[in-house]
């Protein structure tokens, strides 16, 4: 407020910018790249201060060769840095829940990167022709649960829906500016709305998310777009928000390496 006042005071408009209450560390959506996450990792660790939070955004698993791997990651990730690493619900987590539950129409899932995540426990998926025949998906499930396990089936079920830190909101698909925190639907915030994507948000607070890829990833007046298509090529990235600073891009195994800070 005092950097737009003074700004004000000469003649000028001050640039917006992010002000948490602490360093905000957000990676994009993963999509079981275990190898292109290990070296995000190490391309962020000088950005890795006491008080910096390390938030995933998101679709851990499915599509990518690796998603056992990659939750078992950030499982003990979040349990080595209690209260300053956090990973986010995304729509990937939900189906594949559904699926494990057995829930009608859950079935879905295989079709988009659910049969890679299955691969990656040592399950094959079967043809077709079978999983149309009664009770094999039911089967399938019942063998996913067991191979997944139940601690981590516990911890995907506990994931937040979004991060709230200071002005920003760290979310996997998409945030409601005209409703609260409590007031936010859930479907919205993990499905997204193609309206979100549309408007170039001027105002806090900043919304940073995944879900949508985006080439290369990039900040949108107050909306901050991670997702760089990890599993298709396009690189794992990595946004840092710091008080008073322009957002900041780190980028891994694409072709985006060390992203300029937009201006």
Known sequence: MIRRLAGRLLGRSAPLLPDPDSPLVAIGDVHGCHGQLCELLERTAGWMEDRT??????????????????LDLAMEITALRPGRSEALMGNHERMMLDFLAGKERSDRWLAHGGADTLASFGLAVPP????????????????????????RIEWLSSRPLFVQNGDVIAVHAAWSARRSAERQDPELLIWG??????????????????????????????????DSGAYLGGGLTAVRLAPGAPPEFRCAGGPDQDLPAPR
């Open 53 to 70: 939070q390390l938030v995933f955004l998101g679709d851990l698993v499915d599509r990518g060769p690796h998603s056992a791997a990659v």
């Open 128 to 151: 077709a022709e079978e999983l149309a025949e009664p009770g094999t998906v039911e089967a399938l499930a019942a063998a996913a649960r067991e191979a997944v396990g139940g601690a």
């Open 193 to 226: 709305h193609p309206d979100f994507y549309r408007h170039k948000r001027r105002e806090p607070p900043w919304i940073v998310h995944g879900h949508v890829v985006t080439r290369p990833a990039r900040a949108e007046g107050t909306r901050i777009a991670v």
